[in-house]
């Protein structure tokens, strides 16, 4: 393997290492170069691998954390004898539209609706539009670092409510699918700010996946949700990636959140393979009936009383 070499593509975050060959094992330094630069950058981008198979995308990814097994996902959205790829596609699978079609078109950090999202993830092009199929990412360490004091502090022990139900165009997928789903993932309570276990700084688990925040009125939270999705989102914040065939993308899901955008001709195939690494711990609760406070309920509490 010739020298590895990283170069920034983005000020937020987002950078492209050269020098790799992932169907290679990692020399030990090598390997600590690379997670040293995934640390600092959130989003590593791995051109010219187009010759990987899934044994190797496997072997890769496996060398920076245990890999998951999908169990919260549709065995039929999973590669065929191996369920470490999660296949991302617009093409039919078994002559029926692919339960990925429109996977991740709303911000979101990966797994977030389990109890232990994902440590980070490589994602392979294998197939791309000849125009558009972008995702962008969003460094929600910076976003945090930003906010006032008074913010960080009214958000610290704050938990929020992650629901798989509010993947965007899940209402368009198999109806049996969607079920299975639902019922793999009921909703779980997450922390709104954690603390990532290599770097120790503090950054926001947020998005558009999250029903609501505990002890707040709907009202309330969808406000406090709405100001922290569109400061985390800002420009300054974020890295807009243009695919190429045979580009692996790795990124850091405890400090991220991302978006793969619609902006493409949908009759022409768009095909990725992704290998998640698991969370290192626990960090979420399921809840089987949220006691997400209501305005109507609050109005109920405080009439009873006066």
């Not at 600590?32 to 959130?42: D, E, G, S, V």
């Not at 999250?210 to 420009?235: C, F, K, Q, T, V």
Request: net charge neutral.
């Amino acid at each position: 393997m010739g020298q590895i070499t990283v170069k920034p593509l983005g000020y937020a975050l987002g950078a492209e290492v050269q020098g790799v060959d992932m169907r290679a094992p990692l020399a030990a330094e090598d390997r600590k170069a690379i997670n040293a630069a995934w640390l600092k950058h959130c989003v590593l981008v791995f051109p010219g691998q187009e010759a990987l198979t899934p044994e190797q995308q496997i072997a890769f990814a496996g060398q920076f954390g245990e890999l998951d097994q999908h169990a919260s996902q549709p065995p039929a959205t999973l590669h065929p004898g191996h369920p470490e790829i999660l296949v991302l596609t617009n093409r039919q699978v078994q002559g029926k539209p692919s339960g990925t079609r429109n996977s991740g078109r709303n911000w979101h950090t990966d797994l977030s609706y389990t109890e232990r999202p994902a440590k980070g993830a490589l994602l392979l092009c294998r197939e791309k539009p000849p125009v558009g199929g972008d995702t962008m990412f969003a460094n929600l360490t910076l976003a945090y670092e930003t906010l006032t004091p008074r913010i960080q502090a009214l958000i610290e022990d704050l938990e929020a409510v992650h629901d798989a139900s509010l993947i965007k165009g899940i209402e368009q997928r198999d109806p049996a699918i969607v079920a299975e789903m639902r019922n793999r993932n009921p909703p779980v309570a997450h922390p709104l700010v954690r603390v990532h276990p290599e770097t120790g700084r503090k950054a926001l688990l947020i998005g558009q996946r999250i029903r609501g925040i505990l002890g707040l009125s709907d009202e309330e939270g969808a406000a406090l949700l709405n100001l922290l999705n569109a400061h985390a989102i800002a420009p300054e914040f974020v890295y807009r990636h243009r695919w190429s065939l045979g580009d692996v993308l790795m990124w850091d899901n405890r400090c991220t959140m991302h978006v793969a955008l619609a902006d493409f001709d949908q009759s022409q195939p768009r095909v990725m393979h992704r290998c998640s690494l698991q969370g290192e711990r626990v960090t979420g609760r399921i809840l089987r009936n949220p006691s997400i406070a209501d305005r109507e309920t609050l109005i109920q509490a405080v009439a009873a009383v006066a």
